[in-house]
């Protein structure tokens, strides 16, 4: 049984959850936080788990086998690095971090401590995705030199206030499906 501590439980937090549930038998919820004391609450009280405000008190816990940071993206490096640092398995949502050196400081601590760091690009598990991967691996197109690529999300148009800032969304299409494509 993996005792898991959610960080961050904002839209994407309903689909870990749901997650959770199926995943019942091998997981517990042990913890939830969220800076948004009424969004941990909430949670807590459906999963009869506690909650925090400060990410670091459930890095403390020793029962902590492994965390889910679902925050913000300017948030993921600080946060992965420090439950690297405390010894932390980690589910990490995409992107990784906002720069270069914060996914590789990422890596390093990850390396460091010996524990898992899986990033969640979830699509790269649909079956469309792996056929289009295979079908590029087996060569039969030759060499990639160019790849053109549409997503069309159907959803709120609903935009939290770090999505629309470039210091804590980061940039590109390819970096933030999602929010560059609402935008
Ligand atoms: N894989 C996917 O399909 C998918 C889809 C949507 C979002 N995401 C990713 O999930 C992550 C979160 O996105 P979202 O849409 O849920 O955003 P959101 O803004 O709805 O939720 C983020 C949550 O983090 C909380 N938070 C902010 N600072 C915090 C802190 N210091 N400590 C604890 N909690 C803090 C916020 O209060 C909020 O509840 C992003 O990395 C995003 O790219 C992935």
Redo the contacts with the bound molecule.
């Keep these: 049984m993996i005792h898991l501590a959610l ?7 309903r ?1 870990h959850l749901m997650a959770l549930r199926v995943l019942g038998d091998r997981f517990r919820l042990i913890w939830v ?4 004391e009424e ?1 941990a609450r909430r949670v807590a009280d459906e999963w009869g788990c506690r909650w925090t ?1 400060d ?1 670091r008190r459930v890095l403390e816990d020793p029962r902590v086998d492994a965390v889910d940071i ?4 300017h ?2 490096a600080e ?1 992965a690095v420090a439950s690297a640092e405390a010894g932390k398995h980690i589910f990490l ?3 990784m971090a906002t720069t270069l050196e914060d996914a590789d400081r990422i890596i390093a601590a990850a390396d460091r401590a010996g524990v898992v760091l899986m990033v ?4 790269r598990y649909r079956p469309a995705f792996r056929r289009l991967h295979d079908m590029v691996a087996d060569g039969r197109y030759g060499r990639p030199f160019l790849a053109h690529g549409l997503m069309e999300v159907y959803g709120p148009h609903f935009l ?1 206030p ?2 629309k800032r470039k210091d804590q969304l980061g940039g590109g299409a390819l970096f ?1 499906a ?2 560059t494509c609402w935008i």
């Excluded at 960080?7 to 937090?13: D, P």
């Excluded at 679902?70 to 993206?73: C, G, K, R, S």
């Design positions: 960080i961050g439980c904002g839209s994407i937090s689909d936080v969220d800076v948004d969004a405000t990410y679902a925050t913000p993206h948030l993921h946060m949502e995409k992107p969640g690009y979830v699509f939290a770090w999505m933030s999602e929010g």
